[in-house]
């Protein structure tokens, strides 16, 4: 474990991963029509919890050991970050694994978030909020003239029509970044905050909860409930645009207002929850917790990984009860890095315009 690093962040991330392959691997609906607990539990709230995590981690970059470096070059780093992680995506994206891979839109999120970093917590949390709302509704209005989308996962051969190709990424794909800019800007404002601070993290974990109840509490009183049951696995990034009433629904990337309040908050209460544990933990058994979730700290890895072991020539395509499996190989390797104190192999690479830009930076305090 690296000295000064928030093992509690690692935790979420790795849960984050879990629930991620869980959505992939495991049955949405029971056999009788139901929505499996897996479903409930994860769908749609794993990837918002890595792109709210994703956001924390700009800012602790942006705040700490990048600070001291010129803001040029601290961009430039960063930005070619984004793009390498982007890259990954079209990689992954031309497998057959029947998967919407997050990671080119993850990269193109980075890069709109680099503006947002110049400002203060405050700053971050009020247009955050007011993100949540103007987004999907700009969104909204915008789609109906925009491409028909497709659903497959960009690729290579999607840069043939780029317009086509950036319509998807911000707009009209399973993760489209505008709206997803609200997760981003809510973890901007998260890292910037004392993630050491013991009755801070207790706020923030019950208000997220509180934010996350109340969201879905009024979406059910608002919707009819045969539209939110036929919808509870998912709307493949967007609500249909015919009908206003669309935007109160909550429901697995579906990107309104509520669902983004609702899993905004459900990301703020993982991560405090997880921090809250790190804290009451002594050093030893923080450092044991570092191995156990050791995965957390190499999600682009092992995330790249589940989705190579999803090919069929590795893995077969509908699987649901090796999901277990999965966990099982992911945290190992996740443990065995944390042992050596080796970064992930995909980390260290896409680290490297991060290493030349600490290059002549300023030390600064952590």
Same mark, same amino acid.
């Given at each position: 474990?690296?000295?000064?690093?928030? =093992?509690?962040?690692?935790?979420?991330?790795?849960?984050?991963?879990?629930?991620?392959?869980?959505?992939? =691997?495991?049955?949405?609906?029971?056999?009788?029509? $139901?929505?499996?607990?897996?479903?409930?539990?994860?769908?749609?709230?794993?990837?918002?919890?890595?792109? /709210?995590?994703?956001?924390?981690?700009?800012?602790?970059?942006?705040?700490?050991?990048?600070?001291?470096?010129? *803001?040029?070059?601290?961009?430039?780093?960063?930005?070619?970050?984004?793009?390498?992680?982007?890259?990954?995506?079209?990689?992954?994206?031309?497998?057959?694994?029947?998967?919407?891979?997050?990671?080119?839109?993850?990269?193109?999120?980075?890069?709109?978030?680099?503006?947002?970093?110049?400002?203060?917590?405050?700053?971050?949390?009020?247009?955050?909020?007011?993100?949540?709302?103007?987004?999907? /509704?700009?969104?909204? *209005?915008?789609?109906?003239? *925009?491409?028909?989308?497709?659903?497959?996962?960009?690729?290579?051969?999607?840069?043939? $029509? &780029?317009?086509?190709?950036?319509?998807?990424?911000?707009?009209?794909?399973?993760?489209?970044?505008?709206?997803?800019?609200?997760?981003?800007?809510? !973890?901007?404002?998260?890292?910037?905050?004392?993630?050491?601070?013991?009755?801070?993290?207790?706020?923030?974990?019950?208000? !997220?909860?509180?934010?996350?109840?109340?969201?879905?509490? =009024?979406?059910?009183?608002?919707?009819?409930?045969?539209?939110?049951?036929?919808?509870?696995? !998912?709307?493949?990034?967007?609500?249909?645009? $015919?009908?206003?009433?669309?935007?109160?629904?909550?429901? &697995?990337?579906?990107?309104?207002?509520?669902?983004?309040?609702?899993?905004?908050?459900?990301?703020?209460?993982?991560? !405090? *929850?997880?921090?809250?544990?790190?804290?009451?933990?002594?050093? &030893?058994?923080?450092?044991?917790?570092?191995?156990?979730?050791?995965?957390?700290?190499?999600?682009?890895?092992?995330?790249?990984?589940?989705?190579?072991?999803?090919?069929?020539? /590795?893995?077969?395509?509908?699987?649901?009860?090796?999901?277990?499996?999965?966990?099982?190989?992911?945290?190992?390797?996740?443990?065995?890095?944390?042992?050596?104190?080796?970064?992930?192999?995909?980390?260290?690479? /896409?680290?490297?315009?991060?290493?030349?830009?600490?290059? $002549?930076?300023? &030390?600064?305090?952590?």
């Amino acid at each position: 474990m690296r000295e000064g690093r928030l =093992v509690g962040l690692d935790v979420a991330r790795c849960l984050a991963l879990l629930g991620m392959v869980a959505t992939h =691997v495991l049955d949405e609906r029971t056999p009788a029509g $139901d929505l499996t607990f897996g479903q409930w539990l994860a769908g749609g709230r794993a990837s918002a919890l890595f792109a /709210v995590l994703a956001g924390v981690s700009l800012a602790l970059m942006t705040r700490a050991h990048l600070r001291g470096a010129p *803001l040029a070059r601290r961009t430039a780093a960063i930005a070619a970050r984004a793009l390498l992680i982007a890259v990954l995506g079209l990689v992954l994206g031309g497998l057959d694994t029947g998967l919407a891979i997050i990671l080119t839109y993850y990269g193109v999120l980075f890069l709109l978030g680099l503006p947002f970093t110049l400002l203060g917590a405050r700053a971050l949390a009020v247009l955050a909020v007011a993100w949540v709302v103007a987004a999907p /509704v700009a969104s909204y *209005l915008l789609r109906p003239v *925009l491409p028909p989308r497709g659903y497959e996962s960009p690729t290579f051969g999607q840069l043939a $029509d &780029p317009g086509q190709l950036a319509s998807e990424l911000l707009f009209t794909g399973y993760y489209p970044v505008v709206p997803w800019l609200a997760y981003l800007l809510a !973890g901007l404002a998260l890292g910037r905050a004392d993630l050491r601070n013991r009755t801070l993290l207790v706020s923030l974990t019950l208000g !997220g909860l509180g934010v996350a109840v109340l969201a879905t509490q =009024v979406s059910r009183a608002l919707v009819d409930p045969v539209v939110a049951s036929r919808n509870a696995t !998912g709307m493949f990034g967007n609500t249909p645009t $015919d009908d206003w009433s669309w935007l109160l629904v909550v429901a &697995p990337h579906s990107s309104t207002p509520l669902d983004l309040a609702q899993t905004i908050g459900s990301a703020v209460f993982v991560i !405090g *929850l997880c921090l809250l544990v790190e804290r009451a933990l002594p050093r &030893p058994a923080t450092v044991v917790l570092a191995v156990v979730f050791g995965a957390g700290a190499m999600t682009l890895s092992l995330y790249s990984l589940h989705v190579v072991m999803r090919t069929p020539e /590795v893995w077969p395509r509908e699987s649901p009860d090796t999901y277990l499996t999965h966990v099982v190989v992911l945290l190992v390797i996740g443990a065995a890095y944390a042992l050596l104190r080796r970064r992930g192999p995909l980390e260290t690479a /896409v680290g490297v315009p991060l290493q030349w830009a600490r290059r $002549d930076a300023i &030390p600064t305090e952590r």
